[in-house]
């Protein structure tokens, strides 16, 4: 049986070992640590988390929620691991990182099928089919190699976020649709500032708290088009105004002329239910963007879908490179997996890798790759990647404005859909994929479906019916 290769034993290149094997399939895995450790890793066990050590919600009615249901149907090492690790965090999936991180490596460590590599891969190797899940940290020859595979001349190396807002939670009274350039009026909502607003808003933004750096940060040096907003914001009153908050060919139509200073936000995806704040990029503390940002008129009950950042980040334009399988375009006996295909999250690396492991099986297996369905947590996340707009790409969690084709309803009606949808969707994918999943993994997915109905109800009971309505 033909064998797969992976490099990187991170939460994507792990799940992707751990899928492909316990479906028989021969699997060598190049790990560099602990031979050669990054700037940021500590340790030479698989899955290190780097970061923060929490793995989100598991309220299903939250989006990392509904990918972690998604993610237990489909049978997530990543998953039960962190389930094994689990500490006290309330509503959020904490975990013990070492533990979490020796589960893993013992799994797999454990299994016949896999072959472990204590190598640095400098080169892109001939092996076929190939999963790359070197993650955020790749080495430059790797990147390089990687930008030559591609035809692309550069990858990004630094994460410039900007906060993304749920359409639904902004005030459109005080909001209004215009392009600067006469482009398209109905892709930028503006918020308009007076000059007392902006004075307000420029004052909180430059005293607010900031995220310190990890120490493989502390030296990076930004391009000026990533500067945080806050240290554009420092050199001077006017800065922002002549930056990312010029009013210049935005009047306001109910004073017929241009404001003090404009915020602009650009719709995210092509249902317009989800926005970004253009050009803030932040290293603000997530509390302080949200008491900041909702300074802006407009935004003062927005919720969040993402949060700005600006960190140490290596990413391919996955819209230029990737399909929604995660294949390369132009090699599609290659995926990229993991943070280095452009997801943001622990378990959204983890489910690249999933979705890496099975297509390498139906590659292997003379069949044609898959994507996940467009209407789960899961395929909606690789469908932006895929299909987003490369002029503007960035990193993204999984969040509900990336769900299509959904309803018009209230907010809790709407994720009722949402869950009920997703779940019912991937089940009846799993089915139609039967060559990916035993009878007993499609059995063990339907018995955890019939637990969804006695949730909604929970949930109806906790915010009210009167919200159903």
């Given at each position: 049986?033909?064998?797969?290769?992976?490099?990187?034993?991170?939460?994507?290149?792990?799940?992707?070992?751990?899928?492909?094997?316990?479906?028989?399939?021969?699997?060598?895995?190049?790990?560099?640590?602990?031979?050669?450790?990054?700037?940021?890793?500590?340790?030479?066990?698989?899955?290190?988390?780097?970061?923060?050590?929490?793995?989100?919600?598991?309220?299903?009615?939250?989006?990392?929620?509904?990918?972690?249901?998604?993610?237990?149907?489909?049978?997530?090492?990543?998953?039960?691991?962190?389930?094994?690790?689990?500490?006290?965090?309330?509503?959020?999936?904490?975990?013990?990182?070492?533990?979490?991180?020796?589960?893993?490596?013992?799994?797999?460590?454990?299994?016949?099928?896999?072959?472990?590599?204590?190598?640095?891969?400098?080169?892109?190797?001939?092996?076929?089919?190939?999963?790359?899940?070197?993650?955020?940290?790749?080495?430059?020859?790797?990147?390089?190699?990687?930008?030559?595979?591609?035809?692309?001349?550069?990858?990004?190396?630094?994460?410039?976020?900007?906060?993304?807002?749920?359409?639904?939670?902004?005030?459109?009274?005080?909001?209004?649709?215009?392009?600067?350039?006469?482009?398209?009026?109905?892709?930028?909502?503006?918020?308009?500032?007076?000059?007392?607003?902006?004075?307000?808003?420029?004052?909180?933004?430059?005293?607010?708290?900031?995220?310190?750096?990890?120490?493989?940060?502390?030296?990076?040096?930004?391009?000026?088009?990533?500067l945080p907003i806050e240290e554009m914001a420092r050199r001077g009153r006017d800065t922002l105004r002549f930056g990312p908050l010029k009013p210049v060919g935005l009047p306001d139509p109910r004073i017929g002329r241009e404001p003090f200073a404009v915020v602009q936000l650009r719709r995210e995806n092509a249902e317009g239910t989800a926005y970004s704040l253009v050009g803030f990029q932040t290293q603000l503390t997530y509390p302080e963007q949200r008491r900041v940002f909702r300074m802006i008129p407009g935004l003062e009950n927005a919720v969040f879908l993402r949060y700005g950042a600006v960190h140490r980040n290596t990413f391919v334009n996955a819209p230029k490179v990737l399909a929604d399988t995660l294949q390369l375009k132009k090699q599609p006996l290659i995926f990229i997996a993991g943070q280095l295909s452009g997801s943001e999250g622990y378990l959204e690396a983890a489910t690249g890798g999933l979705l890496a492991a099975l297509n390498s099986y139906r590659i292997v297996k003379g069949r044609e790759p898959v994507p996940f369905h467009r209407h789960t947590i899961s395929g909606a996340l690789f469908r932006y990647m895929a299909y987003s707009n490369p002029r503007h790409f960035q990193p993204m969690n999984v969040n509900f404005g990336l769900m299509t084709e959904v309803p018009k309803l209230p907010r809790t009606r709407r994720k009722i859909f949402l869950v009920e949808h997703a779940l019912s969707t991937l089940i009846e994918w799993m089915k139609e994929n039967s060559d990916l999943f035993s009878g007993a993994e499609i059995a063990r997915a339907e018995e955890l479906n019939e637990a969804v109905p006695e949730k909604v109800r929970e949930y109806l009971a906790r915010f009210g019916r009167d919200r159903w309505k």
């Open positions: 049986m033909r064998e797969v290769t992976i490099i990187g034993a991170g939460l994507a290149g792990s799940e992707a070992a751990y899928q492909l094997a316990k479906r028989g399939v021969r699997v060598r895995l190049f790990e560099m640590r602990p031979r050669k450790l990054t700037p940021a890793h500590r340790t030479g066990l698989f899955a290190e988390l780097v970061c923060s050590n929490s793995l989100k919600s598991m309220d299903i009615f939250n989006a990392h929620g509904l990918l972690k249901a998604e993610m237990d149907r489909l049978d997530s090492l990543i998953l039960k691991a962190a389930r094994h690790a689990a500490i006290p965090g309330g509503k959020a999936l904490v975990v013990d990182r070492e533990k979490f991180s020796r589960y893993v490596t013992e799994t797999l460590k454990s299994m016949p099928e896999i072959e472990i590599i204590n190598e640095e891969v400098e080169r892109i190797p001939e092996d076929r089919p190939l999963i790359i899940a070197s993650g955020p940290l790749t080495s430059e020859s790797l990147a390089m190699s990687l930008m030559e595979i591609t035809g692309e001349k550069y990858l990004s190396f630094y994460d410039a976020l900007s906060p993304i807002v749920d359409a639904d939670s902004l005030d459109m009274t005080k909001l209004y649709f215009k392009d600067r350039y006469g482009w398209d009026d109905q892709s930028y909502l503006n918020a308009p500032m007076t000059e007392e607003e902006y004075d307000r808003f420029y004052e909180a933004l430059i005293n607010a708290e900031v995220h310190k750096p990890h120490d493989f940060e502390k030296d990076a040096k930004y391009f000026e088009g990533c």
